[in-house]
Nanobody, 121 residues
Framework: VRLAESGGGSVQAGGSLRLACTAS????????LAWIRRTTGKQREEVAR???????AYGDSVKGRFTVSADNDKKTLYLQMNDLKPEDTGMYYC????????????????WGQGTQVTVSS
């Protein structure tokens, strides 16, 4: 399984970015796909996930601002980020796991290389 993120960049506070993750290899609709970020001075945190059963969940810090979606076969995962804040600055990773999403960020089996998001005030 290989994951490749794109769409990062620099934006001013209040702006928007859309991240994409392309999955190759044996990934299909029953896989969990998620976005994890590492922000400055903080540990990694999961910001959004689409579980193997299709259920969606968000981290508390991004609820109402970020929207996760995927195509039907989960070959591409998206993260629409609106009303971005400086504290959203960090490296964003696409991760995957067969079936149920991992209970902790360190337990995901597959990781992309990450894409940098920088939000200036």
């Amino acid at each position: 399984v290989r994951l490749a993120e794109s769409g990062g960049g620099s934006v001013q506070a209040g702006g928007s970015l859309r991240l994409a993750c392309t999955a190759s290899g044996f990934v299909h609709s029953r896989w969990c796909l998620a976005w994890i970020r590492r922000t400055t001075g903080k540990q990694r945190e999961e910001v959004a996930r689409i579980d193997g059963d299709g259920s969606i969940a968000y981290g508390d810090s991004v609820k109402g601002r970020f929207t996760v979606s995927a195509d039907n076969d989960k070959k591409t995962l998206y993260l629409q980020m609106n009303d971005l804040k400086p504290e959203d600055t960090g490296m964003y990773y696409c991760v995957s796991e067969y079936g149920t999403c991992a209970p902790a960020v360190d337990e995901y089996d597959y990781w992309g290389q990450g894409t940098q998001v920088t939000v200036s005030s």
